[in-house]
C-alpha cells in the first residue's frame, strides 16, 4: 500500500483525496501555488511545497516541479486528482521513470484515449458504437469544412485533446464554421498545447450517460454503474446523478457491456470513465430498445447509444457513485496502484437508493456566467449531506483556475427524496464575499422536467434563455431582508426601531397606520424604501415597492439568518450597509436615507468585467467600431469573456497588450462616442 503519497493538485479534490489518506493512515504532501499559499487544501500535510507563481503554468502544470517535491518529501506514489495533468501521458510517463507510483492508467492508455480520434477508432474495434465523423483530427479549417459537408449540419467541433467541454462548438451552418474552428483551436492551444479538431455529426436532443470502470493489473475489469450528466452547460456538467432515471434496464445493461468491453480490450487499469450520448427516443423506448439495439443499430430504430470519450482519471462526479456504492473510490485508485486486486467481483457490487450532486461555481448566471473570482468572507455550508467544498468558512478563489469551489451531494431512497434534500442544501448555503451559482442551480431543480427525470443536454441552455425573459424583480425581497438588519436586536422604549446612521425614526403618533420607520436600501444603482410595519417576537412585516414580506432573524456569529416568506436568508453587516444571500442568490445593499437612483453605466472608457489574461485584441486605434463590438477578449478561469463597446464610436485609444494580465474594472479600450 502507498505509504506517503504526494497530491498534484489544489481545492476541493486535493482535500477529497486527503480525507482518504486520513482514513488510511497515508502521509500526504500537498502542492500549491503562490496565490493558495494559506488555501485549506494544505492543512494536515505532511509537508507542502511550494511550486511557483500564481498561473497554473508556472505552478500545477509543472510536470518537474510536482516529481521534484515528491522526491524531495520521500513520496512514493503521486494523485494527479483531475484537471492540470491529470490526463498528461508525459506526465504520467515522467513519474513512473521517477520511481514513483502514477495513480491512474498507464501512460500508453492515457496517450490513446487522450487523442479522440484514436479513441473513436480502437473504440469501433471493440464493437462500441461510436458517432459518424472525421478519422484524423486537424486545424484546417477546409478539412474540417470538407468533413462537415459530408457529414451533414449541424456538426460539433471538438479538440481532439480536451475534455470537460472546453472549446467544443456547435456549427449550425457552413457559413458559421471558419470562426468557429478559429476560436476552438485558440482555445485548445492554450488549454490543451494542442489545437486540433475533431468534426462529428451532432445529436441535437441527446442524453449524456456514463459508466465509472475500473480494472486491475490481475485482469479484471468492472463496473460501478452509470451516471446521469446531461444537466450541463457550454457543455460543462452542473448537476449529476446515479443511477440515471427513466433508463430502461436493457438499455442500461447495453451500456453497462459497452464500457466493461471497451476497458477489457485496451487493458484498463485504475479509475475511469466511459462516456456516451444516447438518443432521447432511445432512452424512452422501453423494453423494445435490446441489447442489439443498445449497441447503435444502423437502422435508425430505438436504443441507440454511442461512444463521446474515456476520461482517464477520477471524475468531478465520482461521490455519486460513491453514495450508491457505498465504497471509496479514492481508496480503490490507491489499492490498484499498489498493484493489489479490486476487492470486489462484479457480482458483489450493487448499489443502493439514489444521489444528485451539484456544482457550486464562483460565476454570475445574470451576467452570462462570468466567473467571479474574489475573496469569500463567509461560507455556510449545509449539514445533513456530503459536502466536498474547497474551503470551510471562508476562502480565497483566484482567478487562476477553474470557479467551481465545492460540490453538494444528496443521497436517499429514492430520486424525489435526494432532489427534495439537494434542492433544500442549496438553499440553506450561502457563500457571501463572491457570487455564485446557487440560486440559479435552486431554480433549476425546481423544474418540472428536471423532477421527472426528462433532461437531455439542451435543457439547461433552455431553462437559462427562459430565466432570463421572465426574471424575477428581487429587489424588494432583499431590501426586506436588509431592513431587518438595520433594526438594532433589541430597542428601548425611546429608541427609534432604525438607529444610527442607517435610518430615521419616522413614527407618526397621530395616525396608528403609519410605519414604525423607514430605512433606504439603495442596490444597483436602484433606490427601494423599506417601511417596518408590524414588529413581533421573532419575526417583523416589511413594506417594499407596494409588497408585504415576513421577515424573521436570528444571529450566528457574523451572520444574521432567518426567512423572508418561504425564502432562506443570510446577511452579513459591512460599513456601508450589507450583503445577502437570498435562496443562493447574492446581493449587495448600502443602507442609508438619502441614496438617489444612479443612472445608468455608460461613458467611452471599456473596461475589463473580470481580473484575467487578455488573449485577443481585434480592434486598432481608429478602427469605427459600433455598440456592442468586441474590442477584447480576456480569459479568466479557463474561459473566454468578450469585451463589448458600450456605444459606438471609434478606437481612440488601447491601454493594453495581447498576453496582459489586467484588473477588474481596468480601462482596455477607449472609444471617442464623438465620432461615428
Known sequence: MVKRLLIANRGEIARRIARTCRRLDIEYVAVHSEADSAAAHLDGAFEQVLLGPSPAADSYLRADALIDAALRTGCDAVHPGYGFLSENPEFAAAVTEAGLVFVGPGADTIAAMGDKATAKRLMAEAGVPVLPGSATATESVDEIRAGAAEIGYPVILKPVAGGGGKGMQVIERESDLAPAVEAAVRLARANFGDGRLLVERYLRRPRHIEVQVFGDTHGTVVHLFERECSLQR????????????NLPADLREALLAAAVRGARAIGYVNAGTFEFIVDTDAAGAGAGAGAGAGAGDADGSGGRFYFLEVNTRLQVEHPVTEAITGLDLVEWQLLVAAGEQLPLAQGEITASGHAVECRVYAEDPDADF????????????????RVDAAFDGRGEVPVFYDPMIAK???HGPARPAALRQLLHAVRSTAVLGVTTNLGFLA????DTRVSAGLTDTHLVDEFTARAARHRRDTDPVAAACAAAMALPARTGPAESPWSGSVGAFDRRLLDPRAPLGRVACRIGGRTLEAALLTRRAGSLTVEVAGERFTVTRTSDGPLLRGTVGESLWTGLRRADGCELVVDGRRMALTLDVTGEDDSAAG??????????????????VGDVVQQGDTVAIVEAMKMENRVLASAPGVVEEIRCALADIVSADQVLVVIDTGQT
Open 603 to 620: 461613458g467611452d472608457a471599456v473596461t475589463s468585467p473580470m481580473p484575467g489574461t487578455v488573449v485577443q485584441l481585434p480592434v486598432a
Open 234 to 245: 457550454r457543455h460543462q456538467k452542473i448537476v449529476e446523478e446515479a443511477p440515471a432515471a
Open 408 to 410: 453538494l451531494i444528496a
Open 370 to 385: 462570468r466567473p467571479a473570482p474574489g475573496r469569500a468572507l463567509a461560507a455556510v455550508w449545509p449539514t445533513g449531506l
Open 443 to 446: 431554480d433549476l431543480l425546481r
